[in-house]
T-cell receptor, first 113, second 114 residues
Framework: EAAVTQSPRSKVAVTGGKVTLSCHQT?????MYWYRQDTGHGLRLIHY???????EKGDIPDGYKASRPSQENFSLILELASLSQTAVYFC????????????FGKGTRLTVV | AQSVDQPDAHVTLYEGASLELRCSYS??????LFWYVQYPGQSLQFLLK??????VVKGTKGFEAEFRKSNSSFNLKKSPAHWSDSAKYFC????????????FGKGAKLTVSP
């Protein structure tokens, strides 16, 4: 079964600190995504990647960087964490084809204090 | 630009009733439309998708959705509802040529009472 694993599952970070969220998929998918979910909102796309060593900006990339060192791994980096980045972050993967099912990880609850 | 609207943030009904969760979209071309479900404490799971063809698409867990181009809607339906259907439901749109990047609605929290 398709699997997307996120770590850590929850984290408390200090304002101004650096945070790295990791994602690993065993689906052999080319596409990977990072979304954030805020209370009362749907998911919003931060960064995505079509291929290893390449990342693209999504709809809300400000304050975030992404890294795709291999097909299986995709990281989201907050260089200077801010209170407004408190949210639940979801990693996801999908096949190269369009209009296909996207598989989501279980999410990382990030609290910035 | 593309957007998805789910006008009902909370929906409550009794077990055995029919459920319908509304979704409307804005997109200049033919959209690809999806419904995902998020059970408490879990991640999002795929329910169904509309790509082209028949207006009514069937998905997992007994759900179906009807695509209506005339009013840009893609409503999710199930009858009868079961208490285990209690979850948050998200409608999503994928624009043509955008890969699998999804634009999500804000979601609808469904509560089905026994």
């Amino acid at each position: 079964e398709a699997a997307v694993t996120q770590s850590p599952r929850s984290k408390v970070a200090v304002t101004g600190g650096k945070v790295t969220l990791s994602c690993h998929q065993t689906n052999n998918h080319d596409y990977m995504y990072w979304y954030r979910q805020d209370t009362g909102h749907g998911l919003r796309l931060i960064h995505y990647s079509y291929v290893a060593d390449s990342t693209e900006k999504g709809d809300i990339p400000d304050g975030y960087k992404a890294s795709r060192p291999s097909q299986e791994n995709f990281s989201l980096i907050l260089e200077l964490a801010s209170l407004s980045q408190t949210a639940v972050y979801f990693c996801a993967s999908s096949d190269a084809a369009a209009n296909t099912e996207v598989f989501f990880g279980k999410g990382t609850r990030l609290t910035v204090v | 630009a593309q957007s998805v609207d789910q006008p009902d943030a909370h929906v409550t009904l009794y077990e055995g009733a029919s459920l319908e969760l509304r979704c409307s979209y804005s997109y200049s071309a033919a959209p690809y439309l999806f419904w995902y479900v998020q059970y408490p404490g879990q991640s999002l799971q795929f329910l169904l998708k509309y790509i082209t063809g028949d207006a009514v698409v069937k998905g997992t867990k007994g759900f179906e959705a009807e695509f209506r181009k005339s009013n840009s809607s893609f409503n999710l339906k199930k009858s009868p509802a079961h208490w285990s259907d209690s979850a948050k439901y998200f409608c999503a749109l994928e624009g043509q040529g955008t890969g699998s990047k999804l634009s999500f609605g804000k979601g609808a929290k469904l509560t089905v009472s026994p």
